[in-house]
């Protein structure tokens, strides 16, 4: 069934790299077993990828390129597009925006943004939704997650704000090792030069005001120094670039940063929540 649906979804990035390693595989006079040797995977594997059935891994498409690519970076150039296409639908147009943005104020109220997710509490958040996913579909959504990533490290640097209800880092996934790992994470992310991370405490409200309660919260600076605002609930998403209101969740989220720890005391609080979980 997974790989049925699969092969109706696969996106023109899986389809293309399919259709390219299978008439090179055939020029060059190997079966899909034998070519599967060569890559460091089996033949059924290799077929899965063919048939649109298992898109390539972004592993995969490195061996696809020493061994059949012959210098041409063609398998090289696709990694980034078939990762778009192990994406949800509804998420492809924002990842595009983030990977490119110079700068992200982001606010996380259920789980911890998808950005500063280590690989195993991706997998246990992924893997324990509902409905249930094939693990392979699992194991897509984790490496495209995963991916991500890559914007901490890019040049020019991006600069990232993140603001995390403290029930974020309270609420058990996947088990207590996991969520400790999360944790570290998450500090050593908080030591970057251009990341700030702040935490907003559960019992913010008592004073009267908490600005938090319309929900998680992503803003975008493109490179051209457009603004947008990105929303998602329930797999739903909504991409806004109305000035009037992007400004309204503009000042909506700055409300929010000045209610919420400093970045000092919010790094002091999840290191000793990460130490509660030894």
Same mark, same amino acid.
Request: proline share 4%.
């Given at each position: 069934? $997974?790989? &049925? ?14 259709? @390219? ?7 060059? *006079? ?14 059924? $594997?290799?077929? $899965? ?6 898109? &390539? !891994?972004?592993?995969?498409? @490195?061996?696809?390129? #020493? ?33 490119? $943005? ?25 893997? *324990? ?5 094939? +693990? ?11 991916? #991500? ?16 209800? +403290? !029930?974020?880092? #309270? ?5 207590? +090792? ?29 004073? *009267? ?23 998602? !609930? ?6 806004? &670039?109305?000035?009037?209101?992007? !400004? ?31």
């Amino acid at each position: 069934m $997974a790989r &049925a649906e699969n092969k109706e979804t696969a996106g023109p990035a899986t389809r293309l790299v399919a259709n @390219v390693a299978k008439n090179l595989r055939i020029r060059q *006079g190997l079966t899909q077993e034998q070519l599967g040797s060569e890559l460091g995977y089996s033949g059924a $594997a290799v077929s $899965a990828m063919e048939t649109f059935a298992q898109p &390539a !891994s972004d592993d995969m498409l @490195v061996q696809l390129e #020493r061994v059949l690519g012959s210098g041409t970076g063609i398998f090289e150039q696709a990694r980034e597009y078939v990762r778009l296409d192990k994406y949800p639908a509804q998420f492809k147009d924002y990842v595009l925006l983030e990977q490119k $943005a110079v700068g992200l104020s982001l606010y996380a109220t259920l789980v911890v943004h998808g950005l500063f997710q280590t690989e195993a509490y991706a997998r246990a958040l992924i893997g *324990g939704g509902y409905p249930p996913l094939p +693990e392979p579909r699992v194991e897509e959504l984790v490496e495209a997650r995963l991916a #991500r990533r890559v914007l901490f490290n890019r040049e020019p640097v991006a600069l990232i704000e993140l603001i995390v209800e +403290e !029930s974020v880092l #309270r609420r058990g996934i996947g088990n207590p +090792e996991v969520m400790r790992a999360q944790l570290l994470h998450l500090a050593e992310c908080a030591r970057r030069r251009n990341v700030t991370l702040q935490v907003l405490l559960m019992d913010c409200g008592f004073g *009267g005001e908490y600005a938090g309660g319309h929900g998680g919260l992503n803003l975008v600076e493109t490179p051209t120094h457009e603004h947008l605002t990105y929303l998602e !609930s329930q797999e739903e998403s909504l991409l806004i &670039a109305d000035p009037a209101k992007v !400004s309204t969740y503009m000042q909506r989220y700055a409300k929010i940063r000045a209610q919420a720890l400093d970045p000092r005391e919010s790094l002091g609080l999840i290191e000793r929540l990460a130490g509660e979980l030894r």
